[in-house]
């Protein structure tokens, strides 16, 4: 009688107790294709592995969003005395609505990230440090993305409402209107604004024309604005303006020497400071308004994701492996 012996392999299933994050690197050098650690936390909140801050453009910690520099270029209010495309005066509803898109900006930023720290990050197990950058670096990047989005968004949806009604600017900017003292009339007649290119503001949105100082007496340009485009409102004049003007120091002192004359009667002086040309940005000079508003500001964006405190939340207790 022949007995034949069949001997076959065996695998057992190993466990590590209580690994630490360098007990599970080694573990995951020499068993990665079967090591198993489930997670003893498995609904973790971002805020306890993740911190994001941001940086703002120089414009919106300036001298041209402060309400006394929007104040000063108000002075009484007298825009009717001046060209439409004078940016005395009605400059300060231009720069007031500048000063107010960089507070949306900064709250809807401080919101969303608020709100999305304290969202969940589920995994029933343990994953390693690579595949953990990658998950993260993906979710903050639709994070973002949603975010812009949905500010975008709003404000595109605002232009809309405005356009699409036709409001009458109360500054001449869309439309010319007037009414009689003297008449009984309810009635009061209007003629839309006609762009230097013949761009009608009474069919469209998006005219531009040429912003600065204007002689009151001819209303020939005396002095050119770089970058600073008059609009049909002054949504559009803003966000179809760049910020070329305010790096340049000569160009704010000649902005300062002609808005003198309006604010003359002000208590105080305006010393303002151009935007630090020295410090990097992401965007150009001649970005519009529009361009650096659809980014909510932002100049960076600083997102530090550790995986010890993920680990440590996690906290394995026991990894298996074959």
Request: proline share 2%; with cysteine; hydrophobic share 35%.
């Amino acid at each position: 009688i022949t007995i034949y012996i069949i001997f076959t392999d065996t695998i057992i299933d190993q466990s590590f107790s209580n690994p630490s994050e360098n007990d599970y690197n080694n573990l995951l050098i020499s068993h990665s294709k079967s090591l198993d650690c489930p997670c003893n936390k498995i609904s973790i909140a971002y805020k306890d592995f993740i911190e994001i801050n941001t940086t703002f453009h120089q414009i919106c910690s300036s001298d041209f969003v402060n309400i006394k520099w929007i104040n000063y270029l108000f002075h009484e209010g007298y825009w009717y005395d001046y060209e439409r495309r004078d940016i005395r005066v009605r400059g300060s509803a231009y720069f007031l609505f500048l000063s107010s898109l960089c507070s949306i900006s900064q709250t809807t930023i401080n919101n969303a990230i608020e709100q999305f720290l304290n969202e969940i990050f589920i995994n029933t197990k343990l994953i390693s440090e690579p595949e953990f950058n990658i998950q993260i670096e993906n979710i903050i990047l639709q994070f973002r993305n949603e975010t812009l989005t949905k500010f975008s968004g709003s404000l595109k949806l605002l232009r809309d409402i405005m356009n699409g009604n036709a409001f009458v600017s109360s500054y001449f900017l869309n439309w010319y209107w007037w009414r009689d003292v003297n008449s009984t009339s309810s009635i009061i007649p209007i003629s839309p604004i006609i762009m230097e290119n013949g761009c009608s503001c009474g069919t469209q949105s998006d005219c531009i024309d040429s912003g600065g100082i204007y002689y009151i007496l001819n209303n020939i340009q005396k002095f050119a604005m770089p970058g600073w485009n008059i609009g049909c409102s002054v949504v559009e004049t803003l966000l179809y303006s760049t910020f070329e003007c305010l790096y340049n120091q000569t160009c704010i002192d000649l902005l300062l020497h002609y808005a003198t004359s309006v604010s003359s009667l002000y208590s105080y002086g305006m010393n303002i400071s151009a935007i630090n040309s020295s410090i990097v940005s992401r965007f150009k000079r001649n970005a519009l308004t529009q361009t650096i508003a659809d980014e909510l500001f932002i100049e960076e964006w600083k997102v530090n994701s550790s995986y010890s405190l993920f680990y440590n939340q996690c906290a394995p207790a026991y990894c298996s492996y074959k």
